[in-house]
C-alpha cells in the first residue's frame, strides 16, 4: 500500500474527534477519575495508527487553552502518547474474541498506571524538586487510580464496536479500507 496523503477532509475530522476528547472530558467532570479520553486515544489509534497523534494533540492543546498552560498541563505531552504507543504495538490481526477483554484490560491498566507516570511531574522532580517525595504521591494516590482503572476498564469495552463504527463511517477513504483487514 502506498503513502497516505492527509487531506483537508481528514484534518478537519482529526480536529473534531480532539474535540470530541475534550468535550468528552468535559462532560464527565462530574465523575472524578472517570473519563473517554483513554477510550478515544486506543480507538482513534486502532483505526488511524500514526495519525491518531493529530487528534490527541487537538485535545493536549485543547485542555491547555480553556484550563490554563499551567505546569500540570506539560504531563499530557507524554501521557496521552504513552498509550498511544502501547496501543501501536498491539498486533493489527487480533481473534475477534481476544480484542475487547485486551482493548479494555490495556485502558484499564493505563487508568491504574495514569497517577504513577504523572506523579513524577507533579512532584515537580524534573524541575529540580525533591525525588524522594515521588513514592509518598504514587501511594496516596492509589484510591484515585483504582477508580480511574475501573472507569477506563468499563469504559474501554467500547473500543472495538467504536473502532467498527468509525471504520463504517470512513467508508472508503484511504483510512477506512483498514476495516477489510479485521
Given at each position: 500500500?502506498?503513502?497516505?496523503?492527509?487531506?483537508?477532509?481528514?484534518?478537519?475530522?482529526?480536529?473534531?474527534?480532539?474535540?470530541?476528547?475534550?468535550?468528552?472530558?468535559?462532560?464527565?467532570?462530574?465523575?472524578?477519575?472517570?473519563?473517554?479520553?483513554?477510550?478515544?486515544?486506543?480507538?482513534?489509534?486502532?483505526?488511524?495508527?500514526?495519525?491518531?497523534?493529530?487528534?490527541?494533540?487537538?485535545?493536549?492543546?485543547?485542555?491547555?487553552?480553556?484550563?490554563?498552560?499551567?505546569?500540570?498541563?506539560?504531563?499530557y505531552f507524554y501521557l496521552w502518547p504513552v498509550l498511544w504507543g502501547v496501543t501501536m504495538l498491539l498486533p493489527k490481526k487480533m481473534p475477534g474474541w481476544?480484542?475487547?477483554?485486551?482493548?479494555?484490560?490495556?485502558?484499564?491498566?493505563?487508568?491504574?498506571?495514569?497517577?504513577?507516570?504523572?506523579?513524577?511531574?507533579?512532584?515537580?522532580?524534573?524541575?529540580?524538586?525533591?525525588?524522594?517525595?515521588?513514592?509518598?504521591?504514587?501511594?496516596?494516590?492509589?484510591?484515585?487510580?483504582?477508580?480511574?482503572?475501573?472507569?477506563?476498564?468499563?469504559?474501554?469495552?467500547?473500543?472495538?464496536?467504536?473502532?467498527?463504527?468509525?471504520?463504517?463511517?470512513?467508508?472508503?477513504?484511504?483510512?477506512?479500507?483498514?476495516?477489510?483487514?479485521?
Amino acid at each position: 500500500m502506498g503513502r497516505k496523503r492527509l487531506d483537508l477532509r481528514h484534518i478537519l475530522i482529526f480536529a473534531l474527534l480532539g474535540t470530541m476528547q475534550f468535550c468528552s472530558k468535559q462532560a464527565l467532570e462530574f465523575a472524578p477519575n472517570v473519563e473517554l479520553v483513554s477510550t478515544l486515544t486506543m480507538v482513534y489509534t486502532l483505526v488511524y495508527r500514526k495519525y491518531a497523534l493529530i487528534p490527541i494533540f487537538v485535545f493536549i492543546f485543547l485542555e491547555g487553552l480553556i484550563a490554563g498552560f499551567g505546569l500540570w498541563w506539560f504531563p499530557y505531552f507524554y501521557l496521552w502518547p504513552v498509550l498511544w504507543g502501547v496501543t501501536m504495538l498491539l498486533p493489527k490481526k487480533m481473534p475477534g474474541w481476544l480484542r475487547i477483554p485486551v482493548y479494555a484490560g490495556i485502558c484499564g491498566l493505563f487508568g491504574l498506571c495514569y497517577g504513577s507516570l504523572y506523579a513524577p511531574f507533579q512532584c515537580y522532580a524534573f524541575l529540580g524538586g525533591d525525588w524522594s517525595r515521588i513514592p509518598a504521591w504514587i501511594a496516596a494516590g492509589v484510591p484515585y487510580d483504582v477508580v480511574h482503572a475501573i472507569g477506563n476498564l468499563s469504559l474501554g469495552t467500547l473500543i472495538w464496536p467504536l473502532c467498527v463504527l468509525l471504520r463504517r463511517l470512513e467508508g472508503s477513504s484511504p483510512f477506512g479500507n483498514r476495516a477489510a483487514e479485521q
